[in-house]
């Protein structure tokens, strides 16, 4: 199916464990975003990718990892869960030239017990 | 680099009256201004935006209008419906790279 999908939906982790969400987009969109979102805070930038190869932090970047290895994937790593990365996860994706015309995944909601 | 605050935190109202969000921005330069709307359990679906050349823009019961002077543009929803109820963000440009930052959303009941 085309369109941008986010696995898992819900996950449940340990303090210390490592993590990683899936992001995964049919388009060959050349940007993709992870966002954040807490209550009281929207929606933060945690990392992006403007190509193949080429990611940068955003706004809250620490204790993530990102890797774009194919242009359809990318994947956020949570090096060692802590419980303040409890959130919900949003993927967001968008083709270069269209400025800013995100299109998000239904996100995962990650909770760090 | 931009922020973008955004009021109210939660709005309720009866069906059929309208609704406005304000939003607020700090860059001069910035030039794109979105509205996502959040069903639960979904993620943001983009509904309107303004390119900062135009003052108002409207899309059948919505409509967002730009004050570049003051720096706010106002996501405005007319005869409101119980399925217009969820999260609204507004968003601006962020430094480079085709990013956005987000207000911190209103979430919407319109109540039957």
């Known amino acids: 199916d085309a369109g941008i999908t986010q696995s898992p939906r819900y996950k449940i982790t340990e303090t210390g464990r490592q993590v990683t969400l899936m992001c995964h987009q049919t388009?060959?969109?050349?940007?993709m975003f992870w966002y954040r979102q807490d209550l009281g805070h929207g929606l933060r930038l945690i990392y992006y990718?403007?190509?193949?190869?080429?990611?940068d932090k955003g706004e809250v970047p620490d204790g993530y990892v990102v890797s774009r290895s194919k242009t359809e994937n990318f994947p956020l790593t949570l090096e060692s869960a802590t419980r303040s990365q409890t959130s919900v996860y949003f993927c967001?994706?968008?083709?270069?030239?269209?400025?800013?015309?995100?299109?998000f995944g239904s996100g995962t909601r990650l909770t760090v017990v | 680099g931009e922020n973008v605050e955004q009021h109210p935190s939660t709005l309720s109202v009866q069906e059929g009256d309208s609704a406005v969000i304000k939003c607020t921005y700090s860059d001069s330069a910035s030039n794109y201004f979105p509205w996502y709307k959040q069903e639960l359990g979904k993620g943001p679906q983009l509904i309107i935006d303004?390119?900062?050349?135009?003052g108002e823009k409207k899309d059948q019961r919505i409509a967002v209008t730009l004050n570049k002077t003051a720096k706010h543009f106002s996501l405005h929803i007319t005869e409101t419906q119980p399925e217009d109820s969820a999260v609204y963000f507004c968003a601006a440009p962020g430094t480079g790279f085709q990013k956005l930052v987000f207000g911190t959303g209103t979430r919407l009941l319109v109540s039957p």
């Open positions: 990718s403007a190509a193949a190869d080429i990611t």
């Open positions: 303004i390119r900062s050349n135009v």
């Open positions: 967001a994706s968008s083709e270069s030239g269209n400025e800013y015309g995100y299109t």
């Open positions: 388009w060959s969109h050349s940007y």
